[in-house]
């Protein structure tokens, strides 16, 4: 058996070995996939640890998504983009480094029924999970992305950032939101983490706007549930693009694209058990 794994501190939650077994099964594919944690001064020598033993690749969690990145000897233009790799391939010529972040949420986003092309994106948050997700939606030609964060100048660095390849992005605060309107809004702080929501003006739901979280949980995430007093029509959590992430990097590493819409239904129900 092929040995995968996911590196995070804490980890006991992580829902990545329950998808990977999943996808293992539906492809026939002979791989074990469990969830290690790494000390927060350990990274590299727990993933070191994993190599020798016999692992052949990782995904890679929060807080290790930047150090994993830095401990690739190759990494792909995604996850030059992004920073940060979730995604690590160990093959005779070192380490390989990829992030399927992005891409996981452009493809739930499609899976929703969600419409990137012409439309007007706001995207909340300027650390790695928002730096993640500006390729992949900048590739899918929005009429208009706007990077808001809480602090404006991290927002403003972050489009800087990418003005070389995306010049057409911009950056604000969220009061500077006043009086403007989207209709797609994705919410990649970590505000739902604390039961939070980022503080938005009542404008920025255009008619018929979709709210996405890129947080999921048992119920619905403190963003999801302003959205919805704000009059966003359509809402989504993340639980899809962990899926679809996870898809993506089972794909780097097997060569096999799993269905991904038995393993939604079933991590769903798994969420709705522990009510
Ligand atoms: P991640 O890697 O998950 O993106 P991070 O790099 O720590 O985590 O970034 C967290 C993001 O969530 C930041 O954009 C942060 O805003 P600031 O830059 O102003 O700190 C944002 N954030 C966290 N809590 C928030 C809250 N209660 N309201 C609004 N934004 C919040």
Request: hydrophobic share 50%; aromatic share 8%.
């Amino acid at each position: 058996m092929d040995r995968y794994a996911v590196f995070g501190n804490p980890i006991a939650h992580s829902k990545s070995p329950f998808i990977h077994t999943r996808f293992a099964a539906q492809t026939g594919e002979a791989i074990s996939y469990e969830a290690l944690l790494a000390p927060l001064d350990g990274f590299a020598q727990a993933v070191a640890a994993f190599r020798t033993a016999g692992g052949r690749g990782a995904n890679v969690t929060v807080p290790f998504k930047l150090e994993a990145f830095s401990l690739a000897n190759r990494r792909s233009a995604r996850a030059e983009a992004a920073g940060a790799a979730n995604t690590l391939i160990f093959d005779d010529d070192g380490i390989a480094a990829d992030n399927t972040d992005g891409i996981g949420l452009v493809r739930d986003l499609a899976y929703l029924g969600c419409e990137l092309a012409g439309r007007r994106i706001l995207l909340l948050g300027a650390g790695g999970a928002a730096r993640g997700a500006i390729l992949p939606l900048c590739e899918a030609v929005p009429a208009e992305l706007v990077i808001a964060n809480r602090t404006a100048e991290k927002a403003e660095a972050l489009a800087q950032q990418f003005s070389p390849i995306a010049p057409g992005i911009a950056a604000c605060g969220f009061d500077a939101l006043a009086g403007r309107s989207f209709d797609i809004v994705i919410n990649a702080t970590s505000a739902s983490l604390s039961g939070a929501a980022p503080a938005l003006p009542n404008s920025v739901y255009a008619p018929n706007a979709f709210a996405y979280d890129m947080m999921y949980g048992r119920d619905e995430t403190a963003f999801l549930a302003a959205a919805r007093a704000q009059g966003a029509s359509r809402l989504a959590d993340g639980l899809g693009m962990l899926v679809e992430q996870a898809a993506e990097s089972f794909f780097l590493w097997r060569g096999k694209r799993p269905a991904t819409e038995p393993v939604r239904q079933a991590l769903r129900a798994l969420l709705a058990e522990a009510r």
